[in-house]
């Protein structure tokens, strides 16, 4: 089946510490993109790419980094200079070219930093 | 700046009667706008879209209205079921191969 795969769902990590949240798809989409959600508020954007071996920052890049080394996969690593970690993380893909498309999202990693 | 608004957190709509869920943007740039779907925990899932030359697209029970003039859109559910209940998001994007960005979501509750 096609989709996306997040893994973990549930990840405890220590203050401090740098952790990576994983995102594959096999949609063979070129776009990739990640998103996170506070309780109350929408999605957020962290950081998209395009394409392989190209990334933009979003609008809460600081304290996150990305690599698209590969189309199937867009790993987000959130580092300990990231003030408020603990959130809804949530990627998605879209195909990319000429006209619209809508994203397809993945289930979502929920991240807790104590 | 929040470009994507969305004014109501919560609505409640007796099983059968129509839902609207309603939506404001401030960039007029913005020519895509859809509609996400969302349940605790999971992923969001794309319900309707509609572009900037439309004013009307209807899917089955769902119809989403743009008024561009009054940078306005809603989603319009009928008759609306149980399992309807969650959280709507919408999103709009300017141009092809660009970000979407997000409203805070609306929470609808479908009473059986």
């Known amino acids: 089946d096609g989709g996306i795969t997040q893994s973990p769902k549930y990840l405890f990590r220590k203050e401090g510490q740098n952790v990576t949240l994983s995102c594959e798809q096999n949609?063979?989409?070129?776009?990739m993109y990640w998103y996170r959600q506070d309780p109350g508020q929408g999605l957020r954007l962290i950081y998209y790419s395009q394409i392989v071996n190209d990334f933009q920052k979003g609008d809460i890049a600081e304290g996150y980094s990305v690599s698209r080394e590969k189309k199937e996969s867009f790993p987000l690593t959130v580092t300990s200079a990231q003030k408020n970690p603990t959130a809804f993380y949530l990627c998605?893909?879209?195909?990319?070219?000429?006209?619209?498309?809508?994203?397809?999202f993945g289930p979502g990693t929920r991240l807790t930093v104590t | 700046d929040q470009q994507v608004k969305q004014n109501s957190p919560s609505l409640s709509v007796q099983e059968g009667r129509i839902s609207i869920l309603n939506c404001d943007y401030t960039n007029s740039m913005f020519d895509y706008f859809l509609w996400y779907k969302k349940y605790p925990a999971e992923g969001p899932t794309f319900l309707i879209s509609?572009?900037?030359?439309?004013d009307k697209n209807e899917d089955g029970r769902f119809t989403v209205f743009l008024n561009k003039s009054a940078k306005h859109l809603s989603l319009h559910i009928v008759p609306s079921q149980p399992g309807d209940s969650a959280v709507y998001f919408c999103?709009?994007?300017?141009?092809?191969?660009?970000?979407?960005?997000f409203g805070t979501g609306t929470s609808l509750t479908v009473i059986p």
């Open positions: 949609l063979n989409h070129d776009a």
């Open positions: 999103a709009a994007s300017a141009g092809t191969g660009n970000q979407f960005y």
């Open positions: 509609i572009s900037s030359i439309k």
């Open positions: 998605a893909s879209s195909p990319r070219g000429r006209g619209h498309y809508e994203q397809y």
